[in-house]
């Protein structure tokens, strides 16, 4: 073989494994693109998610609020629902019973705080 025929098929032979490289460096980058793109949906899946999320945590924190709102001020209700039923024991200007009020009100207040106790433990409010 003579140096020019060498050199025609090392060329010939470069520019065809030149080409398939190009083919091959062309499909590997559309397989890039095309898991860029799918990872740029996936995070904005994800944001949408977290979005979900934090909004469900405001809900929640919200309504444990309430809750304990609600927990403090019905308590001492019942209590006070009980001289204005009209007992004839019970009533409300004159008690038979001296320590009747002072029991009641103690009750009532120990009640409010202890589940202001339990509710501010809980991180509720």
Do not use: C
Request: hydrophobic share 45%; no cysteine.
């Amino acid at each position: 073989m003579t140096i020019n025929t060498a050199l025609t098929t090392a060329t010939t032979t470069a520019t065809t494994a030149t080409t398939a490289t190009t083919e091959e460096q062309a499909q590997t980058l559309a397989v890039l693109h095309e898991i860029r793109d799918e990872l740029r949906d996936f995070n904005k899946d994800m944001d949408r998610l977290n979005s979900l999320t934090e909004d469900q945590v405001k809900s929640t924190v919200e309504n444990r609020k309430l809750t304990a709102l609600t927990l403090m001020f019905v308590i001492p209700s019942t209590f006070a629902a009980i001289p204005g039923a009209n007992f004839e024991h019970l009533n409300e200007y004159g008690f038979d019973n001296f320590f009747a009020l002072p029991v009641l009100v103690g009750t009532v207040l120990a009640a409010s705080l202890g589940t202001f106790v339990f509710v501010k433990k809980k991180g509720w409010l």
